[in-house]
């Protein structure tokens, strides 16, 4: 259990820069996730934190000690490889006891973490078995198990639950979060995967273009996403994005959408046109005539609710979502009303201003 | 599919079959020839017809080499430098190829290029060199001077290298996480993901060394520091040469080699493979 720091870290391969000058703190105890989408320096920040990459400028420091200079295994940290990297010959047991064994730990020790690892991991049975015997679940439980052995301050991940079906990753996230608050360690978790980060993370700190975006909880980043490109990696289905021209000022402040219709806000930006974002929820179906009517395109039923896929009078596409019971169908004309406490409008460096 | 094509294919696979047992026997004759000579009498052996089985079975060949000569001392003198060639060659070539594969040391590539050039020098065209190094030496007429000159195999660096270099660095990874030594990679990881390729390479090279037979025909020159490869043209006597028992000790010679190639039948043929994978 540590604070870990990062000052204006940086890292270049081969004269390209992939981490520029990145500052981050993140608590004792707490689950941050790295998000972003492929590329955007998320793994490399990461392997920054772990040891496996240098570090080419800035500090490191992790629970108070400067750690940018020491060798992966000297961090204290532990990590959790995406295809695990188990060894394929030894045991289980093999397997979580390599680390302990290579600093000369008791025997007596090590059994003990390894069968409390394996207690809490509920795999007491495949200790003995070999990584080729097991399934890829529970690969990745000794995965976790190596990592957990080592009482380290703090548990890296890149992208563990990537190689797992479905409903296996659903699961496994579950048994995350409860490892989590049973361990209170810090956990730093890398995925491009929103769903992951928004049910896991304490914080979120999104990347993009080896670069911070947002760090945040995930309420924070998902109401009031600090830069454009948040606004539309975070949430599914994706945020709105309509062109719209800002007029007026005070309380008499107004946005017009390119049919025409205007929708009334408060928010403290000068006027101008700017790009108006909200989220397809923040977009109701309405019985009577509303701020604008647009026709279905395509109706898409999730059982739990229902996604109208609209184009306004001029064409904008846009996406509202509905109860499930919906009984939209495709070709209706329908009124729509805009939530206007979830408008948020983007100027041209993509920052966001969020209406009141 | 017709009934015919289905003909057609069956007739072809048989004819294949037929051709490769025909190749087979072709290429057992020789090894079956010998064998059976060596149990003929000397004067059935010069009979100018082919026989395939003799009139008189005899092991007095057999006999004679086991007790006439040195053959145990040669015996003793192969196993030795052979295993002393593979202990060495094998050991050696797996440090420089792990380096090589997973070091970053300055010189690196230029050392990796002088193994792959000096692949391309025959050992034959350095054996003058080799015998007058080792007369210096004096290591002449001694298992040293027999199994010195033979460590020279960089197809096995270069085997080494490829196996190491496919191993996924994430192990490496894994590893440093783990606190492991570079000792500890090496031991406790590289080498045991990779029994298969050095017990097959092991093989190989006891192979090599057992049936070697131009260097230590050089280097030894007293007949009880012979190897058998050398010790058997030396099965003669006053009245000259005897086909059968020269053939008796040329089959108690490959015996051992053939009971290599039985055993780890898999193993010698992957390794043959691996090495010739290169060797072109
Ligand atoms: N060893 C390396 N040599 C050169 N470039 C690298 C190296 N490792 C990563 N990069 C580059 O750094 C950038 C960030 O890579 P990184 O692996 O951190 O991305 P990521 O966010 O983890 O992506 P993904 O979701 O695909 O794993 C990429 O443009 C990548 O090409
Ligand atoms: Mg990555």
């Given at each position: 259990m540590a604070d870990i720091s990062l000052d204006t870290v940086s890292k270049s391969f081969g004269g390209i820069k992939v981490i520029d000058g990145i500052s981050l703190e993140m608590k004792s105890g707490e689950f941050v996730v790295f998000l972003g989408p492929s590329g955007s320096g998320k793994s490399t920040l990461l392997r920054m934190i772990a040891g496996l990459e240098t570090i080419d400028g800035g500090a490191l420091t992790i629970d108070g000690k400067r750690s940018e200079h020491l060798a992966p295994g000297q961090r204290e940290v532990a990590m959790v490889f995406q295809n695990y990297a188990l060894y394929p010959h030894m045991t289980v047991r093999g397997n979580m006891a390599f680390g302990l064994k290579n600093i000369g730990m008791d025997k007596s020790e090590i059994d003990k973490r390894v069968e409390d690892a394996a207690r809490i991991l509920e795999m007491d049975a495949l200790l003995d078995r070999r990584p080729a015997q097991l399934s890829g679940g529970q690969r990745q439980r000794v995965a976790i198990g190596r990592a957990i052995v080592k009482e380290p301050a703090a548990f890296l991940f890149d992208e563990p639950l990537s190689n797992l079906d479905a409903a296996l990753r659903v699961r496994t996230r579950v048994e995350l979060a409860e490892l989590h608050q049973r361990m209170q360690s810090t956990m730093i978790y890398v995925t491009h995967d929103q769903t992951e980060a928004m049910t896991l993370a304490d914080r979120i700190v999104v990347l993009n273009n080896c670069r911070i975006e947002q760090v945040g909880t995930p309420m924070d980043v998902y109401l009031y996403p600090a830069t454009r490109f948040v606004a539309g990696f975070v949430g599914s289905p994706g945020m709105n994005f309509l062109n719209a021209e800002l007029k007026g000022s005070g309380t008499d402040q107004c946005v017009t959408l390119g049919d025409g219709s205007r929708i009334a806000l408060e928010i403290d930006v000068p006027a101008g046109p700017y790009d108006l974002g909200i989220r397809p929820e923040a977009v109701r179906v309405s019985a009577a005539p509303a701020a604008t009517t647009g026709k279905a395109a395509v109706v898409e039923r999730l059982g739990d609710r229902t996604l109208i896929h609209l184009h306004l009078e001029d064409g904008t596409e846009l996406t509202a979502l509905d109860s499930g019971r919906s009984n939209v169908v495709s070709g209706d004309a329908v009124h729509l009303e805009f939530d206007t406490s979830q408008l948020h409008l983007f100027d041209a460096e993509g920052i966001a201003h969020h209406a009141k | 599919m017709t009934p015919t094509t289905i003909r057609r294919i069956n007739w072809m696979g048989g004819a294949f079959t037929i051709l490769t047992v025909l190749i087979a026997v072709l290429w057992a004759f020789p090894i079956y020839w010998g064998i059976i000579s060596s149990l003929k009498p000397e004067n059935e052996v010069v009979r100018p017809y082919i026989e395939l089985w003799p009139d008189t079975l005899t092991f007095e060949h057999y006999w004679f080499a086991l007790t006439q000569t040195q053959i145990g001392k040669w015996y003793i003198n192969s196993i030795a430098t052979s295993v002393g060639v593979t202990v060495l060659t094998v050991s050696t070539s797996l440090f420089a190829g792990y380096a090589i594969s997973q070091l970053r040391f300055p010189g690196r590539r230029v050392l990796w290029w002088l193994i792959l050039a000096s692949f391309m020098v025959p050992t034959q065209v350095l054996i003058i060199n080799h015998f007058v190094l080792m007369a210096n030496m004096s290591l002449l007429n001694s298992w040293a001077g027999i199994i010195l000159p033979q460590l020279i195999h960089p197809v096995i660096v270069i085997v080494f290298k490829q196996f190491f270099d496919q191993v996924p660095k994430d192990f490496r990874e894994a590893a440093a996480m783990d606190n492991a030594s570079e000792w500890?990679?090496?031991?406790?990881?590289?080498?045991?993901?990779?029994?298969?390729?050095?017990?097959?390479?092991?093989?190989?090279?006891?192979?090599?060394?057992?049936?070697?037979?131009?260097?230590?025909?050089?280097?030894?020159?007293?007949?009880?520091?012979?190897?058998?490869?050398?010790?058997?043209?030396?099965?003669?006597?006053?009245?000259?040469?005897?086909?059968?028992?020269?053939?008796?000790?040329?089959?108690?010679?490959?015996?051992?080699?053939?009971?290599?190639?039985?055993?780890?039948?898999?193993?010698?043929?992957?390794?043959i493979t691996l090495s010739a994978g290169i060797k072109g």
């Open positions: - | 500890a990679v090496l031991f406790k990881i590289y080498i045991p993901m990779n029994w298969g390729v050095i017990t097959a390479l092991s093989i190989v090279t006891f192979i090599w060394a057992w049936n070697a037979f131009l260097w230590p025909f050089l280097a030894v020159t007293k007949t009880e520091m012979m190897t058998i490869t050398v010790g058997i043209t030396q099965v003669f006597d006053a009245f000259g040469v005897y086909y059968a028992r020269q053939l008796s000790a040329a089959v108690l010679a490959g015996f051992p080699v053939a009971l290599v190639y039985l055993v780890f039948q898999r193993r010698v043929t992957q390794a």
